[in-house]
């Protein structure tokens, strides 16, 4: 309990300095909206289509996107960044062929994060956190390594590629890839109790498309690949698939 503690009260931090931020500087950035196709929940039991916020603003030392979440770097020295962040966990509603299946909450992940960035293109990055709001059985560890690198195409066409590897404790990855006895009754899934460590690689490349000034079109696709206990998990070999895709698309507005 005192670690979920902590970690709200560093996220509570990062809310104040937000919003200190926002009111003593400028804000610079990208804000827009699209549409995500995407797996209804990460076991890739069928694929959906959402409206999705695009976020990639900055307030001095502290930043809002739609994939980090709330970020504060309390610590910002020649290229390393680190501090606290809060982010939106989705949920799983238990539908279709997961009928049977408890429903997952959405949650909220709060935690630390380190990261370097000598240039603005590319960087490196690892984050690890705890799902907060959900469950006792729903709220376990999860986090984060990956890169990411950003390269002009020619006609102000900006085009990045990034790997991640995401990770969680037993607890997290049952959340969503664990079958209890009575979950196999009701639903003919297996009974199976996921392992911690490595839960999936993704890979992904996104285009930046000049529409006017101050206006862009956004493009992205991603390849996930399951692994360790998430990818032999029952849920995913009798309804699910271990590769899966995202397609997004989203039209954004730059603040300068």
Do not use: C
């Not at 062929?97 to 960035?117: H, I, K, P, T, W």
């Not at 960087?123 to 956190?129: F, M």
Request: net charge negative.
């Amino acid at each position: 309990m005192s670690n979920i503690t902590s970690a709200v009260f560093t996220g509570l931090l990062g809310l104040w300095s937000f919003s200190s931020a926002a009111w003593a500087g400028g804000i610079s950035g990208d804000v827009g909206a699209g549409l995500s196709y995407q797996p209804h929940d990460p076991t890739g039991s069928r694929y959906e289509t959402r409206p999705v916020p695009y976020l990639d603003l900055d307030w001095g030392n502290v930043s809002l996107s739609t994939d980090d979440g709330l970020t504060w770097s309390a610590l910002n020295s020649h290229g390393i960044t680190a501090g606290p962040y809060i982010n939106y966990l989705a949920g799983r509603t238990s539908n279709g062929e997961l009928q049977g299946l408890r429903n997952v909450s959405d949650m909220a992940e709060v935690g630390g994060f380190v990261q370097y960035a000598p240039a603005d293109f590319w960087r490196v990055y690892a984050q690890v956190g705890q799902a907060v709001g959900g469950g006792h059985s729903q709220s376990g560890t999860l986090g984060k390594i990956g890169g990411e690198l950003g390269y002009p195409l020619g006609g102000g066409v900006i085009g990045s590629s990034g790997l991640v590897a995401h990770f969680a404790d037993a607890r997290q990855t049952n959340t969503f890839f664990g079958v209890d006895n009575n979950e196999a009754a009701a639903t003919g899934f297996r009974p199976y109790n996921a392992s911690g460590g490595f839960q999936n690689v993704t890979l992904s490349k996104s285009f930046a498309f000049p529409l006017a000034p101050h206006w862009s079109l956004l493009t992205s696709a991603s390849w996930v690949h399951l692994v360790g206990s998430a990818a032999k998990s029952s849920i995913v070999k009798q309804a699910g698939d271990v590769n899966q895709g995202q397609v997004q698309t989203a039209i954004s507005y730059t603040f300068d």
